[in-house]
């Protein structure tokens, strides 16, 4: 079993030191295994604001878990400075945060890749190659087929029919494309709307489909929810989402829904 705590759209510039405060105290308290952050550490990528996601980063890690973090749209240099947008967009994003834009991890039990979804380029909602596609189906065909696998972007690839967000450019070639890597999960943010859905609804024919969940934030730039975070706990064949929403009223991270799903004949399905 592994418990996985994801979280996204940090956005330091636009925070609530309480917010932030009680989030570090809720993953220490909740001692995951793995903390996936899915981008957008930071409002406008300045100094500051790396710094603060770095000395978050550093306590969370007090947990003991593993964290794995990628950079979103709002983590590269900004359109106000072309020239290092162009030559040099992830600079500070290395120097404070990782020098891996795409990470990798693998365990006995679960594999996380990523795509870095994120372009120099005004496109908002990201986009994916087809090298990246080739690349994970590579690496995820060196692995244990009972591995759960999973992949992080911070634009998403799938979303609830009635959340009417375009997705991430080429999600529908990389959906398809990765369907032979049998993926579990497809873990996102940037819209600040926690969700889970199953990938068969919007992509027909797929042998195995996957679970899209997305983070909501933790800034206060919410778009109708509180600020929130998500705990996946994985197994082989039983999986929990629950989301955690922060209460104004008690000052602290609730927990305001679980979706359980169950592996039948190599595919989840929900059990609510």
């Given at each position: 079993m592994r418990k996985i705590l994801h979280v996204s759209d940090l956005h330091f510039g636009k925070t609530d030191p309480l917010v932030i405060g009680k989030l570090q105290e809720s993953i220490i308290a909740a001692s995951p295994d793995i903390i996936v952050v899915s981008g957008d550490l930071t409002q406008r990528a300045e100094i500051e604001q790396f710094k603060d996601a770095q000395a978050f980063l550093g306590a969370v890690k007090n947990s003991g878990a593993h964290v794995f973090v990628i950079p979103g749209n709002h983590d590269i240099r900004p359109v106000y400075a072309p020239i290092k947008r162009a030559l040099s967009p992830y600079d500070r994003y290395k120097q404070h945060i990782s020098?891996?834009?795409?990470?990798?991890?693998?365990?006995?039990?679960?594999?996380?890749?990523?795509?870095?979804?994120?372009?120099?380029?005004?496109?908002?909602?990201?986009?994916?190659?087809?090298?990246?596609?080739?690349?994970?189906?590579?690496?995820?065909?060196?692995?244990?087929?009972?591995?759960?696998?999973?992949?992080?972007?911070?634009?998403?690839?799938?979303?609830?029919?009635?959340?009417?967000?375009?997705?991430?450019?080429?999600?529908?070639?990389?959906?398809?494309?990765?369907?032979?890597?049998?993926?579990?999960?497809?873990?996102?943010?940037?819209?600040?709307?926690?969700?889970?859905?199953?990938?068969?609804?919007?992509?027909?024919?797929?042998?195995?489909?996957?679970?899209?969940?997305?983070?909501?934030?933790?800034?206060?730039?919410?778009?109708?929810?509180?600020?929130?975070?998500?705990i996946l706990t994985v197994q082989s064949h039983d999986m929990h989402v629950d989301t955690h929403l922060f209460s104004a009223e008690t000052e602290t991270f609730e927990m305001s829904g679980r979706k359980r799903f169950i592996r039948e004949e190599d595919v989840w399905r929900s059990d609510s």
């Open positions: 020098e891996e834009i795409a990470p990798r991890y693998a365990d006995d039990e679960v594999a996380i890749a990523s795509i870095d979804t994120v372009r120099r380029g005004k496109i908002s909602n990201g986009k994916i190659g087809k090298q990246q596609v080739e690349e994970l189906r590579s690496w995820f065909s060196t692995l244990h087929p009972e591995t759960t696998r999973i992949v992080v972007t911070h634009h998403p690839l799938d979303l609830p029919k009635d959340l009417l967000r375009p997705l991430v450019r080429r999600a529908k070639h990389a959906v398809y494309g990765l369907a032979s890597s049998r993926i579990d999960l497809y873990l996102a943010g940037h819209y600040h709307r926690s969700s889970v859905t199953s990938t068969d609804s919007r992509y027909r024919d797929l042998s195995r489909p996957s679970l899209a969940v997305q983070a909501g934030t933790v800034s206060m730039r919410g778009r109708g929810e509180a600020q929130s975070f998500n």
